[in-house]
Each structure stands twice: as C-alpha cells, then as structure tokens.
C-alpha cells in the first residue's frame, strides 16, 4: 500500500517516503521522519517622497500621464468628477463650476494640503489661461501623491 501526501513547501523530498508501505512502518516513525520546516520572513520597505513647494507636474505635461489626458479629452467632465472624488470631494462638484470657482477652490486646497507655493491669483490666470490642462495637472497630482509613501511588503521564505 502506497500512501500520497499533500505538502505545501517544496524543500522537503518525499519521494522516498511515499513507497514506503504503512504496515512496515509504524505511523510515529513516519511523523518522526518528517523534518521540520523553517520560515524566515524578510521585510521590504519602500519609501518614495515627493517633494514639496512646487507641482510634480507642469502645466503642459500631459504626455508624462496618457490616460490622464485620453479621459480629459474624450470625456472631460467624467475626468473631472473623478478628479474631485479622488481628492475627497463630492464627485458632482465641477458640474457645478460656473465662473471657474469650484476649480479655483480644489487648486487652492491641494496647494495648501500638498505645501505646494503659490496664489489665489496664480491658480486664476492658470485656470483662465488653460482650463483642461490645469485640471489635467491637479488629477495628476493627486495620482502621484496618493501613490508615493512607504510601501511595505513581505517574502516568506522557507530553508
């Protein structure tokens, strides 16, 4: 009789364990032979900080973030929402954006959350001047911060 094992590590061999027949070999021995597994757990942490005082984009960078600017141009209100609503406002906020107010706002409060440098009167003529690039730059923004931080993660290795 030939007994089969279901193992979860690869280690250990039990090729030689699986012909042996259980009438000749008493069962406490069996589990005796068995060797014991060691894990060791390595812990990696990743730390990426993004500098402060300025945007970690320009104005006109929408290449460095293509389908930030697929969305801004084949659906610019959708990006929009999903721009505020990442930032943790109320998503329907920039249907309501009539004389670029809303938009001055949520430029303002990032720049004040993120310690980016800058005016109220900065963030207008930016607006102003280019409106679906700015906001393409602030949904960038918010992409980059809410990625960068520390990063842990773990490889359980077994010896």
Request: charged share 10%; net charge neutral.
């Amino acid at each position: 009789m030939v007994c089969y094992f279901s193992l979860h590590s690869h280690s250990l061999s039990f090729l030689s364990l699986l012909s042996l027949s259980l009438t000749t070999l008493p069962l406490h021995h069996f589990f005796l032979t068995v060797m014991a597994v060691h894990s060791q757990t390595t812990t990696i942490v990743t730390s990426q900080h993004v500098s402060s005082g300025t945007w970690t984009t320009g104005i006109c960078d929408c290449c460095s973030d293509m389908s930030t600017c697929c969305c801004a141009l084949w659906c610019f209100p959708c990006m929009q929402c999903q721009t505020v609503s990442q930032f943790g406002w109320c998503f329907c906020m920039p249907l309501l954006d009539c004389c670029m107010v809303v938009s001055c706002c949520l430029r303002q409060k990032m720049r004040e959350q993120y310690n980016i440098h800058g005016s109220c009167c900065d963030d207008f003529c930016t607006i102003f001047c280019c409106y679906p690039c700015a906001w393409c730059q602030m949904s960038r923004e918010i992409k980059i911060r809410a990625h960068s931080g520390t990063v842990v993660t773990q490889q359980i290795t077994r010896s």
